[in-house]
T-cell receptor, first 111, second 113 residues
């Protein structure tokens, strides 16, 4: 079955630096992959979707890459701010109406 | 505000009690979903409804039932709650046009004692 691995250890970075989060998956490559942000006590919020034929997608300070050979997606936040502190979830579309979610990586941005 | 509304936000049940979690969306989405989120684990799909009038099992359906009441509303029922159902439950809806992700509600934190 398809599995997703996100770094369970929190990522601590200094304000202004670029944060890079990793999402690795096993088995077949999904048609597309999504990234979400989740704040404590809140539901996940959709950020970006990248398709298997796209290598990179950008939205403001966010950049997502998708390497189907490595079976990996990288999520970058440039010029990070304390307000970017949250848990970031990776999600893979597995067909039909089903998507599997990673457990997420917590990001802390220090001022 | 447009989005997904879930009620209640918090609930404590005794083992064996029943309850229904309510969910409504006002975005005219066809598909709706119920997920549970446990510490250290990703969101797991309980049930989903691809469109009004249809429901299907997800990854962890045991102990739950659902009803797609109309296009807006999708409820989740626990008939006989068990401590293993202690979790945070999220309802979501989705526009399946290309490029769109899920819209989630704010969650229901359920504790079964």
């Amino acid at each position: 079955s398809q599995k997703i691995e996100q770094n369970s250890e929190a990522l601590n970075i200094q304000e202004g630096k670029t944060a890079t989060l990793t999402c690795n998956y096993t088995n077949y490559s999904p048609a597309y992959l999504q990234w979400y942000r989740q704040d404590p006590g809140r539901g996940p919020v959709f950020l970006l979707l990248i398709r298997e034929n796209e290598k990179e997608k950008r939205k403001e300070r966010l950049k997502v890459t998708f390497d189907t050979t490595l079976k990996q997606s990288l999520f970058h936040i440039t010029a990070s701010q304390p307000a970017d502190s949250a848990t970031y979830l990776c999600a893979l579309y597995t067909g039909g109406f089903k998507t599997i979610f990673g457990a997420g990586t917590r990001l802390f941005v220090k001022a | 505000n447009a989005g997904v509304t879930q009620t209640p936000k918090f609930q404590v049940l005794k083992t064996g009690q029943s309850m229904t979690l309510q969910c409504a969306q006002d975005m005219n989405h066809n598909s709706m979903y119920w997920y549970r989120q446990d510490p250290g684990m990703g969101l797991r799909l309980i049930y989903y409804s691809a469109s009004e009038g249809t429901t299907d099992k997800g990854e962890v359906p045991n102990g739950y039932n659902v009803s797609r009441l109309n296009k807006r509303e999708f409820s989740l029922r626990l008939e006989s709650a068990a401590p293993s159902q202690t979790s945070v439950y999220f309802c979501a809806s989705r526009d399946h046009r290309q490029g769109y992700g899920y819209t989630f509600g704010s969650g229901t934190r359920l504790t079964v004692v």
